[in-house]
């Protein structure tokens, strides 16, 4: 199958029409009436990013167009465009059109083609989101036709949830054939409201690896927000505008995580879907194989440690299901159910001084939703200036101390590091003084 310039025309025909929407929205866009609208005004987004998975570098750009069909219908335009696994190029469009009440739900199809190193690849998907407050809850489900998944099924349910006007948390859980269970994340916060700036970190783990994204998203509306900085929030946008791009919405499932994983494939000669593996070796070992044999993926001990990382920050439970037993997704999963279980309680929960921590913009919206244990409540509870004034400098001058830099450097060098290469060569390593 393929798919010649059908996608970048439309989304170029998008952009043309933009405009004489924008115009004919001009009189209606910063009512309240409009706010009932499906689509308040047309507007538009781009997200630029880059990140990585087990098979190599990924980065690209994602631009959207959204625009209103009348008082209850609206039609975006996604495209997106880049480089996988280090060196597999990769553009593609999606269209969705759908019917939303801004305060209750939205329903829609999809539409999705994708080119990478020349193997096409299409779906249809239907799409539904329903609002209780400030959370969103999301799904998702469709099928695959092309040359990487040919009539296969696929499924997404997830939630984001905006805390004040510019924090917006996500995550979600996917099933298709080619990857099977898989899960994504993401946090985006808003530095510049008025210059509609963004920054964003997002993960996309299944059974055979994960990506990492991180990166920027502007957006360019003209709507009347009912926010302090008189610019619309996070969650009037994502309600009243546009949608999430289609290609960073369901990345194990339809975008950047299947991107990656096709791409790894054509790459390194690994199978994945309708991409037959390489050729056996002549040792009878394939890529894959060896790579197994080798003590498997090349994140694996990264898995481990972003496992050990997340249950220090946010404790895991369990969810009762079969992703309790995929490495790192299961962990992601109890500690999304911990953070959004009404028992928890937070640390904005707890009682804490003015000069906390806890009530620093940004860095306290974020702690101030995890839950009260561990290192997020000790964070959350520390003075900043006591932290500037006293920890911070006392720290400085013992670690400048002559005497401790001696002990410091005697324990690296001969406890250390004789550990480290006694262990890396089967031999006894060197006494370390603290066991003296």
Do not use: C
């Not at 010649?4 to 929407?21: D, E």
């Not at 790459?267 to 194989?289: D, K, M, Q, R, T």
């Not at 993926?297 to 995929?326: F, K, R, Y």
């Not at 830099?405 to 324990?411: V, Y």
């Amino acid at each position: 199958m393929r798919f010649p310039q059908f996608w970048t025309s439309a989304a170029v025909g998008a952009l043309m029409l933009a405009a004489p929407w924008s115009v004919a929205q001009e009189a209606v866009g910063g009512d309240d009436a409009s706010r009932a609208f499906a689509v308040a005004e047309s507007s538009f987004r781009v997200d630029v990013f880059g990140g990585g998975d087990e098979d190599g570098g990924f980065w690209g750009g994602a631009p959207s167009v959204t625009v209103p069909l009348g008082e209850s219908l609206g039609l975006q335009i996604d495209g997106i465009a880049g480089s996988a696994a280090d060196s597999i190029t990769f553009y593609g469009g999606a269209a969705q059109l759908f019917y939303r009440d801004p305060q209750n739900f939205l329903v829609g199809v999809a539409a999705l083609g994708l080119v990478a190193d020349d193997e096409s690849q299409f779906s249809i998907s239907a799409i539904a989101e329903y609002y209780v407050d400030n959370v969103t809850l999301e799904a998702m489900a469709g099928g695959q036709f092309g040359d990487i998944s040919d009539g296969t099924a696929f499924g997404r349910v997830g939630l984001a949830v905006y805390g004040g006007e510019n924090l917006r948390l996500a995550g979600g859980v996917s099933y298709s054939e080619e990857a099977k269970l898989g899960a994504d994340v993401e946090l985006e916060y808003r530095l510049f409201p008025e210059a509609g700036l963004s920054v964003f970190a997002s993960g996309a783990f299944d059974q055979d690896g994960e990506l990492g994204l991180a990166g920027l998203r502007l957006y360019l509306n003209g709507m009347a927000g009912q926010t302090e900085s008189g610019v619309p929030s996070l969650m009037e946008i994502d309600r009243h505008l546009g949608r999430r791009n289609l290609f960073l919405a369901a990345p194990t499932v339809t975008g950047t995580r299947f991107i990656a994983q096709a791409a790894g494939a054509l790459s390194n000669g690994g199978g994945f879907g309708e991409i037959a593996p390489a050729p056996v070796a002549s040792n009878g070992l394939s890529g894959n194989a060896l790579a197994a044999s080798a003590g498997g993926t090349p994140l694996s001990g990264l898995t481990d440690a972003l496992t050990g990382v997340l249950n220090g920050l946010v404790p895991t439970t369990d969810t009762g299901t079969a992703l309790d037993e995929v490495p790192l997704v299961g962990d992601v999963a109890g500690a999304v159910m911990n953070l959004l279980s009404p028992d928890t309680v937070r640390v904005n929960d707890l009682p804490v001084q003015d000069g906390a921590i806890a009530n620093i913009p940004l860095i306290g919206d974020v702690i101030g939703l995890l839950p009260a244990q561990g290192l997020p409540a000790l964070l959350g509870s520390l003075q900043t200036e006591a932290v500037l004034t006293q920890l911070a400098p006392g720290l400085v001058q013992g670690l400048l101390d002559p005497a401790n830099l001696a002990e410091i450097g005697t324990n690296l060098l001969t406890g250390t590091l004789g550990n480290l290469v006694g262990g890396l060569t089967g031999e006894v390593p060197l006494p370390s003084p603290l066991s003296l």
